[in-house]
């Protein structure tokens, strides 16, 4: 209890860290046993205690929403904007998900897809309308939902389109999210739309919904009642706040694992009809166009799938010795049941532990100690749901769909490793 | 299938809906059984569908980070700076709590607490150091630490102040997170501090750490080894993406449950003692005065406690009929087991439902359906965790702990709702 006990100089033997065999040992002693001793990749060697000026100086003072450090700014969305500036807001923004960990998805980071930019709305002129084959037509406004009972679910959003440049000739040299981020997680809080439904009372003849969305471009989808009346949210606030602009201020679809675009932003209808209708959005896109020139409509449900976001292309292993394979994986059919990883192409897989909590139609992390000999070697990893369900090879979904599958694309993702550390995308 | 059944134009016949008794009943039977048929509030009547601006011009294009609609300016956090600006960064910005939905705080309302404004810190010159009784002194890089095991959990952090404003002779007439706010909760990934101990080698000597700061307040405090190898984390990452500075980026260590600043950010120093230190944060401040002049020293666990959210202080409802009432809870000690919420000041109770997941030292989300029927109401939430603890009346802190008791208060905290359905503090 002495208070001259207390000092503030270094020790002098101290040595520069990264993770020794040792450490990883006690975390995951089945994986790594038999592991020679670890190479000890030095760090930069800066002294710990020098006296920053950070540590000299009054700091910032508070703010009333804040940011991210200005030493994170590289940590952007990865924006697609096929049509350039002839229409800025016609493309996706992909989650960069290389430089993210657990599963909720920061919603300024969160992947998005609009086929006519972010609308400016204002929740005190919005309104909600639900109509068509109902005993009651009813029309919401934003203050009106908000009384209704809510509820709170964590699932992610995938755009159908998601990893299509894995079907190019040629492996994309592109970090993971600018492949794979067209997919994200956040809790949402919202009015389950059954309970909507249930008071507008629906005729027996009801059996779609037509959801359109306040966009210019009027985005409409039609969904079986089923899925309405199952796990749907009326979605006002996602992770805590209310919705961000792009991802569907004030107010959202939320058909929790099915296609991304389903879950109409900025929705200001829902019409019950009988039949689906036949929306510009699900008959000249979002059909999925098969090897044999056949298209396949209505496939709602996402895939199985899984990737690996560290290691992955463009990052570069500080030296042989221990690391940390981590990564996400999900489905639009349940939960994920297992992971596996393989390290050497898929000739021999090891199961991956499951980081708590898995949710169904979430993300789930995944980690693995990875003892890294300095070879070459090639990262796969491979998930399976509870239906059962198994993430296919590359080249098995190919020959399945074809190349020109651009929708639903769920193969196997495979990362090299060179001796210089160098990650890279392959087909292997 | 006929595309032609598409419908553009509204069908005529519309309500404008505040929830109904029928919507309502379908949730909560149980609860608001024998309720007479629910007033139907107005909302604001414009055309749900009369063709808003943002329907007829291409909306905004993508970003790489994305922010809150413009129309949320009002949703900040609640600043409070004691010294005003002869020392802008030394105060708390406190999460609006009122504003917020589910349990996951949204990184940019997250409460933080600081004693001498946030630094702005590089992390590539920034290093952790861990000397003292180890047989290895370790110094790590912020690279050499993303190789480590890392696991991610949900936890909240509070600061031992909040809710201090509570003991004023008056009830403050204060939005719920101007009183309540210095608590939050993230999804947190990071590297367990049991792994760096036990790679550094504790002496047998070793009971304590001193946790010190990169602030120039160089924030420090002495923790129980115990807990340092039980659940803290040396955290990276909140809600997916690296910490922001105000919450300690690079680097921050994380207590589940414990006192707020006992997660020292900006961790620069672990040191390994035998005794507390006695460090000016542990002694000239965060010791709990009692009603009898003396003061308690390392109260560790922030207690057992739940606010209602929605309605609170500064809203009106819209009329009788059915409402929602939200509000989170949560204890240092455990998990959420119950929630009671009263309508009539306490002297009858309802169990409130638990929104899943429910998870140790988290925020946890309650929601209760309300019939009010428009007289004069007093709203009470009452937390019990699985240890058994109980929140108390104020009363009954206040003459336990007496009336400068500013630290750790937990008492149960009551708002009004007047005929007109205005919501205040009250004491009652």
Redesign the interface.
């Known amino acids: ?3 001259k ?3 503030d100089s ?2 002098g ?8 065999r ?3 040992l ?3 002693a089945a994986l790594v046993t038999g592991a020679a001793s670890a190479g000890l ?1 030095q ?2 060697n ?4 020098a006296g ?1 000026p ?19 700014q590289p ?3 990865h ?1 697609g ?1 096929p049509y350039g500036d002839l ?3 016609s ?3 992909l989650a960069p998900i290389e ?12 992947n ?1 897809r ?1 086929h ?14 639900l ?2 084959l109902v005993q ?6 934003m ?2 939902l908000w ?6 679910r964590t699932h992610f959003v995938e755009c159908s389109g998601n990893s299509s440049r894995a079907l190019a000739p040629q492996p994309a040299q592109v970090p993971a999210g600018a492949m794979h981020g067209n997919i994200a997680c956040s ?3 919202g009015v389950p739309l059954r ?2 439904l ?2 507008a009372g629906l005729l027996p003849q009801a059996k779609w919904l ?1 959801a359109e969305g ?3 471009a ?1 985005m409409s989808r039609s969904i079986p009642v089923e899925k309405a009346l199952d796990d749907a949210l009326v979605a ?2 996602q ?9 569907g ?2 107010v959202r679809l939320l058909l929790p694992g099915w296609e991304g675009n389903m879950s109409v932003k900025w929705l ?2 829902l ?1 019950i ?1 009988s ?5 510009k959005d699900e008959t000249s896109r979002y059909t999925d166009l098969q090897g044999d020139g056949k298209s396949l409509m209505f496939t709602y449900p996402m895939e199985v799938k899984s990737v690996i976001t560290h290691p992955s292309h463009g990052m570069t292993l ?1 030296g042989a010795g ?3 394979i ?1 990564g996400i994986a999900w489905s639009g059919n349940g939960t994920i049941k297992k992971i596996d990883v393989s390290t050497d192409g898929g000739r021999t897989w090891m199961d991956a532990p499951l ?1 708590a ?1 898995v ?1 169904p139609r979430a993300l789930t ?1 995944f ?1 693995l ?1 990875w003892k890294w000999e300095g070879a070459a070697a090639v990262l796969k990893s491979r998930a399976t749901d509870d239906s059962g369900a198994v993430q296919p090879e590359r080249e098995k979904f190919i020959a399945e769909h074809g190349n020109n599958a651009v929708f639903h694309f769920n193969g196997i993702q495979a990362w090299s490793v060179a001796p210089s550390g160098e990650v890279k995308h392959v087909y292997a």
Chains 1, 2 share one sequence.
Do not use: C
């Open positions: 209890m002495d208070p006990s207390r000092d270094p020790s033997d101290v040595q520069d860290k990264a993770p020794s040792r450490g990883f006690k975390q995951s990749a760090g930069a800066a002294q710990a205690l920053h950070w540590e000299r100086v009054y700091g910032a003072g508070f703010t009333g929403y804040g940011q991210p450090s200005r030493f994170e940590v952007m969305r924006i904007r229409a800025p807001g493309g996706s923004a430089s993210l960990e657990g599963i909720i998805t920061p919603s300024g980071l969160h998005n609009s006519s930019g972010t609308p400016d709305i204002d929740p005190k002129e919005h309104q909600l309308l109509h068509g009651r037509p009813l029309k919401f406004s203050e009106a009384s209704y009972p809510m509820t709170t809790e949402w809080t309970v909507l249930e008071e037509l306040a966009d210019s009027h006002l606030y992770n805590g706040e209310r919705l961000r602009p792009e991802h201020y004030p200001r209808r019409k009809v039949a689906p209708i036949m929306t500080r221990l690391h940390q981590s980081a909590p949710l992390r980690r100690p």
